[in-house]
């Protein structure tokens, strides 16, 4: 469905027309009545080499007034979820509305004000110069003594799991405030409705896209993280996602592992039993062939599971690779809304 522009406080104050790169900066909101004013505010009107910046709210099922202030605030595009789906999910409805408006290039942020808007620049000009396909904002978790021992424990984690599932050696894997490529967009699909962070870079890595990192700024709490209750959640939760990220993008040589193991634990109790049959002290050890035999049964099976996971992970990588051309075939179209999009279309039939 095409539509007008809506000239909104962003749209007047766009860059001039005659720069073709157009970016949308999206922000994902559950009940950010009271800090969304202040990112909207400090989102920048213009940057050297993009012609044209629209703001983009998620709305993520918000019982305030997160969607009221953004339509005053003139935010170009409010994508609206049906109830709280999480941030993931979140992230993933954003950059489909982002694509279907036409974006080159999609900078994420958060609605909580973490992230200072006068490092969007920094952020999209490797986009902009053509040196990245991802850009991560790398707030230095490690220096930043306004951050927790949990937020530093989370930006370890991430990045041990993207460089070991990867290949990427980034700073900050964690962070949420991040800049992508049109290309790049269309090849995202997040599984998990926890987090998008981590999964999105391995993703990444897997199809050889280029990910780098550059210094941002940030700015003091206004409050606390809701993105999960407890480091025991959160501990949960992020070997779930490592777990599924092995098994999704390294599925040949997880299972293998995990087979060849199991078989190498099976021989030991084998050749004991064989030790003690060799000495004529047999009868008393059957446990031990018993033990041995299910492990090494279990171990075969197991590598028979890589064998039949890499085909698997082969027809995935397929169908991905169909997905990503149809969503370039649907972005070649005139600019639209999607469903979720539904107050900018209603906006835009009113008119």
Request: aromatic residues 6%.
């Amino acid at each position: 469905m095409t539509h007008e522009a809506i000239q909104g406080t962003f749209a007047k104050q766009a860059a001039p027309a005659h720069r073709l790169l157009k970016l949308v900066v999206q922000i994902p909101c559950y009940n950010e009545a009271q800090t969304l004013p202040v990112v909207l505010e400090g989102i920048p009107r213009q940057i050297d080499g993009i012609g044209c910046i629209e703001v983009q709210v998620i709305d993520d099922g918000s019982s305030d007034e997160t969607v009221e202030i953004a339509r005053r605030a003139g935010v170009e595009h409010i994508v609206r979820l049906k109830g709280n789906k999480g941030l993931a999910r979140a992230f993933q409805a954003g950059i489909e509305n982002a694509l279907a408006q036409s974006a080159d290039i999609i900078v994420n942020t958060d609605g909580d004000n973490q992230y200072c808007g006068s490092s969007i620049a920094d952020l999209v000009r490797p986009i902009v110069e053509g040196r990245a396909d991802i850009v991560l904002g790398d707030r230095k978790p490690s220096e930043n003594r306004a951050f927790s021992w949990r937020k530093r424990m989370l930006q370890r984690i991430g990045s041990r799991v993207v460089r070991g599932l990867a290949d990427l050696d980034v700073p900050d894997a964690v962070t949420g405030f991040r800049a992508y490529s049109r290309d790049a967009a269309m090849s995202i699909n997040v599984m998990t409705r926890f987090s998008y962070t981590v999964e999105t870079l391995i993703h990444a890595g897997q199809r050889g896209l280029t990910v780098c990192s550059v210094p941002v700024r940030t700015n003091p709490t206004m409050r606390p993280s809701r993105l999960f209750r407890s480091m025991g959640q959160f501990m949960g939760r992020q070997v779930v996602t490592m777990l599924r990220s092995c098994v999704m993008y390294r599925p040949l040589r997880t299972f293998m592992t995990v087979g060849l193991v199991m078989s190498a634990f099976g021989m030991l109790p084998i050749l004991r039993f064989l030790y003690f049959y060799a000495i004529g002290d047999g009868d008393g050890h059957v446990q031990s062939l018993v033990l041995g035999g299910v492990l090494l049964l279990a171990g075969y099976f197991t590598l028979a599971i890589a064998l039949l996971s890499d085909t698997i992970a082969t027809n995935r990588r397929l169908t991905e690779e169909a997905l990503i051309r149809l969503r370039r075939i649907e972005a070649d179209r005139a600019p639209h809304a999607t469903d979720a999009d539904e107050d900018y279309a209603a906006r835009v039939a009113a008119e």
